[in-house]
């Protein structure tokens, strides 16, 4: 006969496992049921002009995992983090030369049932947005393990070059919850000479919280929690509102660095 905790270990793994399926297909398909039920095949390119690629399920789950989004069970009663590391005026989070170690990841639209594709080579982030049935790219970094202490800072300096004129978000958070609010500072790339660098100040009190491109009232950023850094083009601003220079198709943004001031 088996022991009590033999038992009780076999139900707890299966309660996981039952977890980690369900929170896969939540992921997954946390799409909007009419985006379902159509015919992938049949959507059209942002120009109409030609099908747009089928959805892949696949590359949804493997953003999810990538970043952690999906349940693990060796982590189940881990503590994340450690105590923060605090960073003064001036000190460079990212550069060619990745001085924090950085791993950023590409973050599109597939998550949400979308086709659009980009990807990270260098500090050179390109790739191609398809509007229909999504209409954005991004970069993320993973979670930050320790956490950024900023409190000494005003803000984030970022540095690029490119971006067609559009106007992209820099995203940060202050938690390790993989669909927690995303705090944004819309900038625009328009420059007076082409290949010129544009240079954003994005102090923290600017920051607009979000959840899925909608504020979210009465809340504060945690300045000694800096978890994760994320550069994001969209056709959406906020609250349904539209980007007035978003144009769908192929776009290039090189980012040079990001540091604090």
Known sequence: TLSASVMARRRLRRCLLAGLLVAAAQICFATPMELRRRSPRTSLHAEGKEPREPWDAGRALQTAAYFGALPNPLKLFSTRGGDALELSPGTKIWSPENPLQLEWGNLDDVVMGGASRSAMDGNVWKGTIIIEGGGF????????????????????????????????????????????????????????????????????????????ARKVPNVQFNRKQLTTLQVTLSKFEYDGDLNPSFRAGDFELEVESIETY
């Not at 300096?157 to 559009?166: D, E, F, H, Y």
């Open 137 to 212: 790219a991004g970069i993320r970094t993973k979670a930050l393990e320790p956490a950024l202490d900023v409190s000494r800072c005003m803000g984030i300096r970022l540095r690029v070059k490119g971006g067609g004129g559009q106007r992209f978000k820099l995203i940060i958070r202050d938690d390790y919850d993989w669909n927690g609010i995303a705090w944004s500072y819309s900038f625009d790339t328009q420059t007076l000479f082409p290949g010129s660098t544009v240079e954003v100040s994005a102090p923290f009190e600017s920051f607009v919280p979000t959840k899925f």
